[in-house]
């Protein structure tokens, strides 16, 4: 029921900056986390940030701390990942995922809904 649309994604050179965006709808809940994971070839998916709607509360992954923002827009139901001083490490594809619980995890099984990803890549 609840659908994540992606958008954003692209190529950026290493020390750029890129936006992405996931708009939220078919829902009704007040209490869920919306978070972004990114899965580079030969890995596993990987946990980069989170944010709770109701409190705002932001969490990342260490490799991305001070370099990207997640944030979101309530009235939109729209979460926003800004990434910059990009690296090449940074190549992956990004998903969007809904998690019907305010209490935040960092593993991809905590969370109940994905988008279809949107692919970001950082060129040298």
């Known amino acids: 029921q609840v659908q994540l649309v992606e958008s954003g994604g692209g190529l950026v050179q290493a020390g750029g900056s890129l936006r992405l965006s996931c708009a939220a709808s078919?829902?009704?809940?007040?209490?869920?986390?919306m978070g972004w994971f990114r899965q580079a070839p030969g890995k596993e998916r990987e946990f980069v940030a989170a944010i709770t709607w109701s409190g705002g509360s932001t969490y990342y992954a260490d490799s991305v701390k001070g370099r990207f923002t997640i944030s979101r827009d309530n009235a939109k139901n729209t979460v926003y990942l800004q990434m910059n001083s990009l690296k090449l490490e940074d190549t992956a594809v990004y998903y969007c995922a809904f998690r019907r619980s305010a209490v935040v995890y960092r593993t991809p099984n905590a969370y109940d809904y994905w988008g279809q990803g949107t692919q970001v890549t950082v060129s040298s």
């Open positions: 078919g829902f009704s809940f007040s209490s869920y986390t």
